[in-house]
């Protein structure tokens, strides 16, 4: 009853306070006493009375509910921090498993070693890595359910830079800071950019053409990845030689370019769009 000996001695304009009681059977009931102290000095003069006016509710069912959701709330902290341990463990197992078969390939032999079969390994390795990629980002940033995409994407140009040897400087630029993505999502998203850069790294910049004169800025390769609503746009863009006249995503027969469009109608419900004015643009709408 601290609180309303506090207000008698007038350190509090109104009381409240919890207690409980222990009842003969050894239970214990909660109540909750609220009221306020009204001084009087006019009854008798020179003394001074109290009125005390409040009430007190059995507030037993409350606090039993309120033990109850606690409990509710440890063992549900418990199983997310268990559930977030094995997430953690499966995208773990997942990217070491897909680095595993990226050494595999680099083994000699396992594929013809003339130009084009070194082509080929090079490009399932690259598609590797940005699976890979993926699972090692949820691992590292903690969000197992969404995939930043600005450090995804980010950290998939680098590599695919690094994979790349050529004679031109080609800059990259990202633009997804904030998008968030589910794996489903991401996995034909990384692969799709994939296939897009390597195409843009071997064909947009040759020897012959120079950028810096035609397109009046240095080899560039953009790709930017943004949300409207419940829209997602995403763009893949070079300032290269472009594409050739009469070209169809649909029919093309570029293995890397059939993997693109197979990705964007089936997996991801996308609408395409390719432009080729200043280079080439490949541009992907899609819902969540």
């Keep these: 009853m601290q609180a309303m000996y506090d207000h008698i001695e007038g350190r509090a304009a109104v009381y409240e306070t919890a207690y409980r009681i222990r009842t003969s059977s050894g239970d214990y009931l909660w109540f909750r006493d609220v009221g306020r102290i009204t001084r009087r000095t006019e009854i008798v003069p020179g003394e001074m009375s109290l009125t005390v006016t409040g009430m007190v509710v059995d507030i037993t069912r409350q606090m039993h ?16 921090a268990e559930k ?13 498993n897909l680095t ?118 240095p080899p560039t390769i953009s790709i930017s990845l943004t949300k409207n609503d419940e829209e997602y746009v995403m763009a893949v863009k070079d300032n290269g030689v472009g594409l050739p006249p009469g070209f169809d995503l649909a029919t093309t027969r570029t293995l890397g370019l059939k993997l693109v469009n197979f990705l964007a109608k089936h997996q991801m419900q996308a609408d395409v769009e390719v432009n080729s004015t200043d280079g080439t643009e490949y541009i992907f709408r899609f819902l969540e």
């Design 65 to 80: 509910t309120e033990d109850t959701l606690r409990e509710r709330e440890e063992h549900l902290k418990e199983a997310l």
């Design 84 to 96: 977030e341990i094995l997430l953690s463990e499966i995208h773990h197992r997942v990217k070491n």
């Design 100 to 217: 595993a078969l990226i050494s595999l390939l680099s083994l000699e032999g396992s594929y013809e070693e003339t130009p084009a079969g070194k082509a080929i390994k090079k490009d399932l390795q690259d598609r590797a890595r940005s699976m890979a990629l993926i699972h090692e980002t949820l691992y590292q940033t903690h969000q197992y359910g969404e995939v930043d995409t600005g450090v995804y994407l980010t950290n998939l140009t680098r590599q695919l830079v690094n994979s790349f040897t050529t004679t031109k400087t080609v800059k990259i630029a990202v633009d997804a800071h904030g998008v968030m993505l589910g794996i489903s999502r991401a996995t034909p998203v990384g692969l799709i950019i994939n296939e897009l850069v390597t195409n843009s790294f071997k064909y947009a910049f040759p020897e012959s053409f120079d950028a810096l004169t035609v397109r009046q800025a």
